[in-house]
């Protein structure tokens, strides 16, 4: 067994080779057989780094795994996040007194070992198993997962998928689910960021309880004619232009702007539930340009303005060039939040490098100086910190100071594999705008 260091350097000199390989005279068939061999060693490099990942823990000053695997392989957090779950699944664990225990998924876990498998193999397998109603027991469970992994090693994934749903139809042939099931598929996502032209797309999964009441309350507000948000102001008898989207969209805009605001919600970090939105003057004046929302949302300047003027709705407006705080509007005056409403609106989210919380799940964090240790609470030592972030500073040897330009630097102690820095997430168009930098 040689070390760690001596197979990497064996590693790097056998890229190097196959790099300046001379590949001009392969046929074809020569070709396909080169590129196969290569996935396969990408396949098995993929499961070593696993057996890597499920060792790494978390140390002082360390934030969580996935954020730290993120930040350090430049992947998504979403991705890394699968990528730890992946590595818990396919490779072989051990008990806490150290004995060995196979793989969460053990048949799947060995193909995967043997670099036999792609990731959307293990995908379909996943959700394969994910979605199996609870009625179906543990033996039958591990015998479709060893049939599954079979097939896996000759089949492409969505001939595969094809396989899996044969399976879960003999395994539920009379399509019984239980409250259970259901209440494991049950949700709703945003597919995605916003798009290009401001629209934003989602994915509902309802439990049959959520579709009832929707269903009870599109009768009402979806009906043509019905509603208040977007219907047509024409003659009386006219039809509704709109259709049955555009109808219950509009629907679901006015059940959620009664809400908004309302003390039965109660209190959210300090302010009430309602929306904080942000601009400059430039634009306001201009009319045009897109506003951004304690949520992260840009919302162009005519819908701001439609929607800020009736509801109970905070608007703060900075100076575009010196970002001067000009304007905080509200519709009730509320002192002790006025602060956290400027906070919201000058840092839009957490500013510990690359997170991705935004305001409304922010809090009041004090840099520069501490206040357990005299800080004042000037605004200016005032930043904002998700609950994670603030925890590093407060038991793990972070630190946070503010920078001339208002920003809040955040540094890592010794040890942690992240440079620290600002926090450019929340405010994308500044990495834009050094690049016209000279
Ligand atoms: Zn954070």
Redesign the pocket.
Known sequence: MCSIDEALAALESAVELLGAADIDGLAGPQRFAVIELLENALRRQVAISHAHITRLERYPGCPPVPIVLADVLRISRAAARRRVRDAEQLTPRATLIGEPLPPLLPATGAAWGAGKLDGEHVRVIQSFLHDLPTHVGPVEAEKAERSLARHAQNLRPDQLEKVAQRLAMHLNPDGKYSEEDRARKRGFLWCGAQRPDGMSVGRLVATPELRAMIDAVFAKLAAPGGGDSQAPSGEAGQADPRGLGQRQHDALTELVRARLGDPKLGRHNGLPVTMIVTTTLQELQAGAGDAVTAGGTLMPMADLIRAAVPSYNYLAVFDGITGQSLWLGRSKRLASADQRVMLLAKYRG?T?PG?T?NGYN?QVHHAARDWKYGGSTDIDDLTL??K??NRLVENSGWTTRQLSTGRTEWIPPPGVPLIGGTNSYHHPERLLADEDDP
């Open positions: 957490c510990a997170c919380v922010s910190a998700c994670c972030d």
